[in-house]
């Protein structure tokens, strides 16, 4: 009997026992989480490209000839008025040189012409001579000035033929690339070198001919250093070439900044992002997504009971990594990206205020 009576005790005691492991509280869980921060600009794109001057010029000799010298390199800033390169003259020389002398003797045949002038109308006023005579004094003398204009504009063209013979810029400018040498013979009005204003600076990036095609006038450009891209200022697009590069299938677009980095040189390597407003929408990791029974689902974090709750939102974008809401959360909430699989609805948690943000 008393057998009987302590198997019976242990079979209660058993039972009580597997009562209170029933009844446990649900474990508080750890779990990784993220702030909903909703994206109301779509990125379409990062593109390098560079800084570069609104207004270039290429200038060339007026006369042609051998190049016996180049004053300034790639990367020089001129003045206006400074030489850029310049020609060996002998041939000018010897120009103005031939046309000074032409001029000298067409002088001297004025000054005589002048002389028999003179000395004809003195005779024909005292009636000794004859008009004919007077009349050829004085054509002669017309002819010889007519000519002598004729010999001083040669000259004239023979100093500005030898000025030309050095390459000057007319305003304040970078020298961005030379077309020739020095000991190279170039012709009259041949490219020699490029000239950039430098006071009026502007983005150019290549975009692909598909992108280019879509461009709107919504579209956002934020253009960055890319050594330091805290250095950035936004841009308009100003132009876009008609037609695409036949070797790389991609269109030039010229773009206007807001306003001008001192980092910002001509030739500085930037970064370009073009982006889209749109509708308001949620990026996520794919890990927070809940997807069973046809629904797809998140769990979001109570911040005052610290316990979740699943919500089901729709999904507009997906990709290896990430997803993209279109709605179903709002900004400032936190969403649970880690372990959806084993939480329960009501289930408390512990959140680590340093998750992504």
């Given amino acids: 009997m008393k057998a009987m009576t302590l198997v019976v005790g242990g079979a209660v005691l058993l039972l009580a026992g597997c009562g209170k492991e029933a009844a446990a509280p649900e474990p508080v869980r750890p779990v990784l989480s993220m702030i909903v921060q909703p994206q109301v600009q779509a990125s379409l794109g990062r593109f390098a490209g560079t800084i570069q001057a609104r207004y270039e010029s290429t200038l060339g000799f007026r006369v042609g000839g051998r190049i016996a010298r180049r004053w300034v390199d790639v990367g020089s800033q001129v003045k206006p008025g400074d030489v850029l390169a310049s020609l060996d003259p002998t041939d000018q020389r010897n120009q103005l040189r031939a046309a000074e002398g032409d001029l000298a003797k067409v002088q001297a045949l004025w000054i005589n012409a002048q002389a028999n002038a003179r ?7 005292r009636g000794v001579g004859a008009q004919a005579q007077l009349d050829i004094a004085q054509t002669d003398l017309k002819t010889t000035g007519a000519s ?3 010999a001083r504009a040669a000259v004239d ?8 013979s050095e390459l000057r810029t007319d305003h304040a400018a970078v020298v961005t690339n030379w077309q020739a040498e020095a000991g190279q013979t170039v012709s009259a009005g041949q490219a020699v070198v490029t000239l950039a204003r430098p006071e ?17 006038p919504d579209l956002k450009f934020v253009v960055a250093s890319q050594l330091d891209p805290s250095i950035n200022t936004s841009a308009t697009l100003r132009e876009l070439e008609p037609q695409a590069d036949a070797a790389t299938r991609t269109r030039r677009a010229r773009l206007t900044l807001a306003n001008t980095p001192n980092a910002f040189r001509l030739g500085t390597s930037i970064s370009v992002t073009l982006s889209s407003a749109v509708s308001p929408r949620s990026e996520l990791p794919a890990s927070a997504l809940l ?16 316990t979740v709750s699943t919500r089901e939102v729709k999904l507009l974008e997906r990709t290896p990594g ?3 809401l279109a709605s179903g959360v709002q900004a400032g909430e936190r969403v649970v990206t880690a372990g959806v699989n084993s939480l329960k609805p009501g289930q408390k948690v512990i959140v680590d205020e340093e998750d992504a943000q």
């Avoid at 000395?119 to 006023?125: A, H, P, V």
């Avoid at 009026?200 to 709107?216: G, M, R």
């Fill in 119 to 125: 000395r004809q109308q003195q005779l024909f006023d």
């Fill in 148 to 150: 002598l204009e004729q």
């Fill in 157 to 164: 063209q023979a100093r500005d033929q030898l000025s030309y």
């Fill in 200 to 216: 009026i600076k502007e983005a150019v990036i290549d975009l692909p001919t598909y992108l280019a095609e879509q461009l709107t």
């Fill in 291 to 306: 997807e069973s029974d046809g629904q797809t689902r998140v769990w979001i974090v109570d911040p005052q009971q610290k």
């Fill in 322 to 324: 990430t997803v993209v």
